[in-house]
């Protein structure tokens, strides 16, 4: 019994108990649906083994959307806890828990799979491209990130959740702080799902480099495409930042080195940098995708090009850099003396002008263009004013003297998820009802579409307008109670009641993916939105070699000029099209990720070894294996072109 | 798969072309790997605790040793590309054999070095300069031990299938690779070694 004592909650309460049940029950339920439909061999042949860039890309959405429901269930309980004063529903150790995972899940769970799902789906279609440049290096991608999520998501049922916060500050987050296990979960889980985050940077940056349509170069690449270049740019330097960080911490707490201690020369601080160093850029990993994602999507319903193609190529470019000079704008008030302070201030405000000329040139994009409100659309007019304020309180926090008053306190929580959820969140839903028609072939329907994007956003402004108020008169975040002498309790009780207007949002998104699946009509043809880009000029859904003849574009709207100016996008005849196998490693390789993760978070070396060892052997099983792909024939491919119609063929 | 050969054999196909690139923005992701590590080891550096201090515990032999093995397997890994280039099978694989082999003398007596800071009392535990300096030199090391299987597993492809595309792109991106490692050394060299002796 003595080992299996390791694995207790320390800290249990009937909802924990409730959802281990829960748990159980689901697996159970899946298991036994699967086995039931008979539809294990369909799952692993056309999902678990696939190496296509667009299932990996559904694959992606499907776990985002997941993780915004399981950190949605604790943005909720967070809110509920503060929506009284000297509320009881939680306890200050509970409160801590769920405060952490909700920025760990929302940030590396839920926002980033978001955006790599788009990059998947879209980015090789928007170049004209048969997949991504390492398609089994994708699949490594994925599961990496999956089984790290997995391995994060059942800390809180065995052996307990982090609890020091998604920056994890050492010493707090030091053993002698955190005994649990909750932290090793968080250093480990995050490595995982961080090493596939790096490789879908090497595999976009390399695919966007090499294998774009004849006549595409790089400055008649569409926005988004340019946004995942960029983004992925930075990946490729911030993420080895976080990879030592997290293997830092990861050595202190399992193997008490002192890296991050308070005796023994060990430099508490350390790790804010690195964090930071990291966590700045990773912002900005989110947000130029998301940019990437308006720019096409308000052209589109515009009407217009772009407005500004280079100076909006220009500013993508000044804001990564930019990111990586700002870091310490996040502990202005943690003792760098007032010369660091003011460089950094100085560099953060300068982000402003970059953003500032995006945020114009997609005003000037809208002006005089005949605007569609379609879904995608309202949800990019409601970005761009409810951005605006979270980049104006952004600025606010910017001047480090001012910051001292607004550090740590709510004020900082609503400037926040005001840049993150009118910016990310609000782009996701946008190209989620954008590429909704090109993944599956069908629209989602628009008038529960627009219903979910008024309580979204009337819920946003109700949840965190009021945290500005009370964060400017001292009420603190992170902290698990007030008294009500402070006065807080009406506008939290205020935010309490936006949040639950979002959960009837996401809820509304879920009930119209439910109801167009089953009445939206099929067959939207190949450009339902009358689209401006590459990627809407084959079909949808699309076939698994993309498009049927290769693409030779000649400016950036390369659909557009199809449909204005009678461009020729499609010549020659059809050949033989080279495709990539199915594996199973990868999926294998995430697994045995997982058990080795498990393993190191309740230090059980001689599985950690052996799995470790399993993970060689795959690499080495991957170095022998000669896998020159397969090819579609001629036939094949004009027998499935037919069954679209025909429009290309 | 198509060749093209009026490139060398290791960028004849599309997917070689791919592999370079894909393996070059890796090197870029390594640099920031062991930039934050010498960043980290830099601030670390005497913040030594009641532990030794670095030119108490560096000893020059080991190290001088360990850079004349690793610079010179530099070479003979560049011999190898150079063989496979003319098509040299067997001066390629006696090459990479010789590579190989300094690689393990470079690890045989990092590990007798390792040994020697433990008995003066220089734990990875002892100080924030103990675990900033063996995570630095651990992590080199870590590398050159996988490098050593990887390239055990390059040797016995080439040795079986010959220099075609697909092992010539192999065995050049393990020499990349192998490099890439070497000249993380000189940084060490100079950075951790020397500038800690002075």
């Known amino acids: ?649 | 798969m198509k060749i093209d050969h009026t490139q060398p054999l290791e960028y004849g196909t599309h997917q070689n072309q791919l592999n370079i690139l894909g393996f070059w923005i890796f090197l870029g992701a390594e640099i920031m790997l062991f930039a934050t590590l010498f960043t980290a080891y830099f601030i670390m550096e005497h913040r030594t605790g009641n532990g030794p201090t670095g030119p108490e515990i560096f000893e020059i032999s080991p190290v001088l040793i360990e850079t004349f093995v690793l610079l010179t397997s530099s070479f003979t890994i560049g011999l190898a590309v150079h063989a496979m280039r003319i098509g040299r099978k067997k001066a390629m694989l006696a090459f990479l054999g010789i590579t190989l082999l300094l690689g393990l003398g470079f690890l045989s007596v990092e590990i007798f070095e390792f040994m020697h800071y433990y008995h003066v009392g220089a734990t990875y535990q002892t100080s924030g300069f103990t675990a900033a300096l063996l995570t630095t030199l651990g992590t080199h090391g870590a590398h050159v031990t996988l490098g050593l299987f990887w390239g055990l597993s390059i040797i016995i492809q080439v040795a079986k299938d010959g220099i075609n595309a697909r092992t010539a792109n192999k065995s050049f991106i393990f020499s990349l690779y192998w490099h890439f490692l070497d000249v993380v050394w000189i940084f060490i060299f100079s950075f951790i070694y020397l500038k800690g002796m002075m």
Not at chain 1, 529 to 543: F, K
Not at chain 1, 589 to 617: E, K
Request: with cysteine; charged share 10%.
């Open chain 1, 1 to 649: 019994m003595e080992f299996f004592e390791r694995f207790a909650v320390p800290h249990p309460s009937p909802a924990i108990y409730a959802s281990m049940v829960a748990i159980v029950v689901v697996s159970l339920a899946i298991v036994v649906g699967l086995t039931y439909f008979k539809k294990w061999g369909y799952l692993w042949r056309e999902w678990l083994t696939t190496v296509d860039h667009k299932k990996i890309g559904i694959m992606y959405l499907i776990s985002a959307i997941l993780m915004l429901f399981r950190g949605g269930a604790d943005a909720i309980m967070m809110r509920a806890q503060l929506s009284m004063p000297e509320n009881q529903l939680l306890d200050a150790q509970h409160y801590n828990e769920i405060f952490t995972t909700h920025g760990v899940v929302m940030i590396i769970f839920m926002a980033m799979p978001f955006i790599f799902a788009f990059m998947n789906i879209v980015v090789p279609l928007q170049i004209g491209a048969r997949d991504v440049a390492f398609p089994r290096l994708n699949a490594i991608s994925f599961w990496l990130f999956f089984f790290g999520a997995m391995l994060f998501n059942i800390s809180f049922v065995v052996g307990g959740s982090p609890d020091a916060g998604w920056t994890s500050y050492f010493p707090l987050a030091g053993t002698e702080f955190s005994e649990s296990v909750g932290t090793n979960y968080y250093m480990i889980a995050i490595q995982i799902s961080g090493i596939g985050s790096l490789m879908t940077g090497i595999n976009m940056i390399t695919t966007i480099l090499k294998m774009r349509a004849p006549g595409m170069s790089l400055m008649k690449m569409p926005m988004f495409t340019w946004a995942t270049f960029m983004a992925c740019v930075i990946i490729i330097f911030a993420f080895p930042v976080l990879t030592i960080a997290l293997l830092m911490g990861t050595t202190d707490r399992l193997f008490a080195t002192n890296f991050f201690t308070s005796t023994n020369g060990g430099m508490d601080m350390l790790w804010a940098n690195f964090f930071w160093v990291w966590g700045h850029p990773e912002v900005y990993i989110l947000i130029l995708p998301a940019f990437g994602l308006y720019s096409e999507i308000i052209s589109t319903f515009s009407g217009r090009n772009l407005y500004g193609y280079k100076s909006m190529v220009g500013s993508m470019v000044i804001i990564s850099l930019l990111s990586f000079l700002v870091w310490t704008h996040h502990f202005f008030t943690m003792g760098q003396g007032a010369l660091t302070n003011s460089i950094f201030s100085i560099s953060t405000m300068a982000i402003a002008v970059p953003t500032g000329v995006k945020i114009f040139n997609w005003l000037l994009t809208m002006w005089k263009g005949k605007i569609r409100f379609t879904v995608p659309m309202l949800y990019s007019v409601g970005f761009i004013p409810l951005f605006t304020i979270g980049g104006v309180t952004g600025v606010m926090l910017a001047m480090s003297a001012a910051d001292y008053q607004y550090h740590n306190t709510m004020f900082l929580v609503a400037h926040f998820h005001n840049t993150i959820i009118p910016g990310v969140v609000f782009a996701m839903l946008a190209g989620l009802h954008y590429y909704w028609p090109k993944m599956f072939g069908f629209m989602l329907n628009e008038r529960i579409g627009k219903w979910a994007f008024w309580f979204l956003s009337i819920g946003f402004v109700l949840a965190f307008f009021p945290m500005y108020i009370t964060g400017l008169d001292g009420q603190a975040r992170r902290m698990y109670t007030y008294s009500e002498a402070t006065g807080f309790g009406p506008l939290n009780f205020v935010a309490f009641i936006g949040a639950g207007l979002m959960t009837i949002a996401f809820c509304i998104i879920v009930y119209n993916i439910l109801y167009s699946i089953k009445n939206s009509p099929r067959n939207v043809g190949d450009d339902p939105w009358n689209a401006r880009t590459l990627e809407w000029a084959t079909h949808n859904p699309v076939p698994e070699y993309n498009f049927a003849r290769t693409p030779h574009v000649a400016s950036s709207e390369a659909l557009w000029d199809v449909k204005k100016n009678g461009h020729e996008l499609f010549k020659g005849d059809i050949e033989k099209i080279h495709m990539p196998n199915n594996s199973g490693v990868p999926f294998i390789m995430g697994v045995i990720f997982f058990i080795a993760g498990f393993s190191f978070v309740f230090a059980l070396w001689v599985p950690a070894v052996i799995a470790l060892i399993g993970i060689f052997a795959c690499m080495v099983l991957r170095s022998f294996e000669k896998d020159d792909g397969r090819y579609i024939s001629v036939e094949e491919i004009k027998a499935t072109e037919s069954t679209y119609g025909g429009a290309n063929s």
